[in-house]
C-alpha cells in the first residue's frame, strides 16, 4: 500500500472545512468515497469536494474495496459501532474527538484495534500545529524552569464562535455527545495536557446543570496531579456573560510561564520581567499537519500520533470530572 485512499463516515461541518479537504492535500493522500445517512446531502457533498463515490450506508463504504483507511465523523454515539465494523474489516481508523461517550466504550475500541491488528489513531489534531509543538519544546528544554502547575479556564456561552452549530443541536444531548459542550471542547484541552505533561497519577472532579438550559452539564471543574509532580486544574463554564468569555491556559515553572489559548494563535513566554508574543499561522484546514502525519503511520512510516490508549485516558479524565 503506498497511497490512503480514504472513505469518510459522516460528511458534516467538521468535514467541510477543518479536515475533509486536506485528505486531497496531504503526501500519500486521496479521498475517494463519503457517507452521509441523507443521501442527497452525501452527493451533494461528493460533488463540492470533487470525491468520486458517495454513499447512504456505512457498511456499503466500508467494504469498498478501494477504500483502505476510515475517517469516522459522525457524533460520538456511533464512533464505537463504525470502528468496529471497520477493525474487522481490516481497515485503519482516524476517529473524531471525543473518542466516543466514555471510558468503556473507548476501551472496546481499543481492544477491538489490539485484537484485530489494525491500527486506530485518535483525532487530537492539535498535537499537530506548530503552536502546541512549540510550547512542548519549552516545556521539556525547561525555558521556564520546572513546571509547577498548568491552569485553565474555558469560559463561553452558547453564542461562542467555539461552538460549532448543528440544526439538532447535538452536542447539546448528552446522549449523543457524551456530555455537552465540555465533551466537545475539553478533549483537546485534557490530551494536550497529557501531551505535555505525561501520564496522570490522580484525578478529581466534579459537574453540575446549573443553568438549566438544557440536558447537559455546563459547569465543571477538575484536577490532575501528574506522574511527573505537575499539578493541573480546570473550570469550564458555558453559561457566562459575552463579555466575560475566556479561554486561557497558564502554564507556570519556577522561572517564568507560558500563556497561551487552546483555540487561539499565539503564546507569551514570560520570563526574568519580559514577556515574549510568538504568533503562530494556522492552516487552512487545520487538520492537515496531524492527518499527515496519520498518513504516514498508516503507511508504517512514523509512530502513531495520538494511540488508542490515549484516547481511552481522555474518555477517562472526562468520565472522572464528570461523574
Not at 8 to 28: H, L, Q, R
Not at 86 to 95: Q, T
Not at 118 to 145: M, S
Request: with cysteine.
Amino acid at each position: 500500500m503506498n497511497t490512503i485512499n480514504w472513505g469518510i463516515i459522516g460528511c458534516g461541518d467538521v468535514t467541510e472545512k477543518k479536515s475533509g479537504p486536506a485528505f486531497n492535500k496531504v503526501n500519500n493522500s486521496k479521498l475517494v468515497a463519503v457517507m452521509r445517512r441523507d443521501p442527497v446531502k452525501a452527493e451533494d457533498y461528493a460533488r463540492r469536494h470533487g470525491v468520486s463515490k458517495w454513499y447512504s450506508d456505512a457498511t456499503q463504504l466500508i467494504n469498498d474495496p478501494e477504500v483502505n483507511a476510515i475517517y469516522i465523523a459522525t457524533p460520538p454515539d456511533s464512533h464505537e459501532q463504525y470502528t468496529l465494523e471497520a477493525l474487522r474489516a481490516g481497515k485503519p481508523v482516524y476517529v473524531e474527538k471525543p473518542m466516543t461517550l466514555s471510558r468503556e466504550s473507548a476501551e472496546v475500541m481499543a481492544s477491538a484495534a489490539a485484537e484485530t491488528n489494525v491500527k486506530l489513531t485518535v483525532a487530537h489534531y492539535r498535537r499537530g500545529l506548530p503552536l502546541f509543538n512549540k510550547i512542548k519544546e519549552l516545556i521539556d528544554g525547561r525555558e521556564i524552569g520546572d513546571i509547577r502547575y498548568a491552569d485553565l479556564h474555558m469560559l463561553q456561552n452558547a453564542e461562542s464562535d467555539l461552538i460549532t452549530k448543528t440544526d439538532d443541536h447535538w452536542r447539546l444531548n448528552p446522549a449523543v455527545s457524551g456530555g455537552g459542550l465540555f465533551h466537545d471542547l475539553a478533549p483537546h484541552q485534557l490530551d494536550l495536557m497529557l501531551y505535555f505533561f505525561g501520564s496522570v497519577k490522580d484525578a478529581g472532579g466534579c459537574s453540575l446543570n446549573q443553568a438549566q438550559r438544557y440536558a447537559a452539564d455546563d459547569l465543571v471543574s477538575g484536577s490532575l496531579l501528574f506522574d511527573n509532580g505537575v499539578m493541573f486544574k480546570g473550570l469550564w463554564c458555558f453559561n457566562v456573560p459575552k463579555e466575560e468569555r475566556l479561554d486561557q491556559c497558564i502554564i507556570m515553572g519556577s522561572e517564568g510561564k507560558i500563556s497561551f489559548s487552546v483555540f487561539g494563535s499565539h503564546i507569551i513566554l514570560s520570563k526574568n520581567g519580559h514577556e515574549e508574543r510568538i504568533e503562530f499561522e494556522h492552516p487552512e484546514n487545520i487538520q492537515a499537519p496531524f492527518i499527515q502525519e496519520v498518513v504516514n503511520y498508516f503507511l508504517d512510516k512514523g509512530p502513531n500520533p495520538c494511540s488508542a490508549e490515549t484516547g481511552v485516558e481522555v474518555m477517562t479524565l472526562l468520565d472522572t470530572f464528570t461523574s
